[in-house]
């Protein structure tokens, strides 16, 4: 299975500014999905990056908000923008694999906006 | 409709004890993967166990198996002689359809295990 190095680990950030968050793989792989955890909630997929592709967004989440990069097979950011108390959440990168096995995550981001 | 329906919020269980967490889903796809996931406190998440649509033996990795029954649409994790060190959120999720996609993740189940 991959292995997937997420930085920032935490962080605490002030309302109207942005973050940006790194997902660095072992190996090449070709689909990264961003995950958000509310507080006390489940996983909840944000967005899917294919290399050298728009990233695929899911229904409540926007470009704007949420832009993410993905400039080779083994690297990927998502940003937080204009960030509000409500994007406080832990953050999570993960990549997918055949059968059981690949579908790795990240240590993720826990993110705090005052 | 939930994709995953995880109906326990909590749950408590005796050190040494076995404990069943329930995960049923919903799918039309005829070829899934069904995934089992623990999330400490510190926020990662830890793989435990998987089943495909297709295997007809139910999965088991050391203390871990799946009760997978697939006309009833279920997949229960069993935790065999629970230890101290289970406490944590486990979460049932769901690949539809063949290759890399996304996992659709259920509300999660609280463990906490008694000593």
């Known amino acids: 299975s991959a292995v997937i190095s997420q930085k920032p680990s935490r962080d605490i950030c002030q309302r109207g500014t942005s973050l940006t968050i790194q997902c660095q793989v072992d190996?090449?792989?070709?689909?990264m999905f961003w995950y958000r955890q509310q507080p006390g909630q489940s996983l909840t997929l944000i967005a899917t990056?294919?290399?050298?592709?728009?990233?695929?967004?899911e229904s409540g989440f926007v470009i704007d908000k949420f832009p993410i990069s993905r400039p080779n097979l083994t690297f990927s950011t998502l940003t937080v923008s204009n960030m509000s108390p409500e994007d406080s959440s832990i953050y999570l990168c993960s990549v997918a694999g055949q059968g059981a096995h690949g579908y790795t995550f990240g240590s993720g981001t826990r993110l705090t906006v005052v | 409709a939930q994709k995953i329906t995880q109906t326990q919020p909590g749950m408590f269980v005796q050190e040494k004890e076995a404990v069943t967490l329930d995960c049923t889903y919903d799918?039309?796809?005829?070829?899934?993967?069904l995934f089992w996931y623990k999330q400490p406190s510190s926020g990662e998440m830890i793989f435990l166990i998987y089943q495909g649509s297709y295997d007809q033996q139910n999965a088991t990795e050391g203390r871990y198996s799946l009760n997978f029954q697939k006309a009833r649409k279920s997949a229960n994790l069993v935790i065999s002689a629970s230890q101290l060190g289970d406490s944590a959120m486990y979460f049932c999720?769901?690949?539809?359809?063949?290759?890399?996609?996304?996992?659709?993740f259920g509300s999660g189940t609280r463990l906490q295990v008694q000593p």
């Open positions: 799918t039309s796809d005829p070829s899934y993967g």
């Open positions: 999720a769901m690949r539809e359809g063949p290759g890399r996609r996304a996992l659709t």
């Open positions: 990056a294919n290399q050298g592709s728009e990233a695929t967004y």
């Open positions: 190996s090449q792989v070709t689909m």
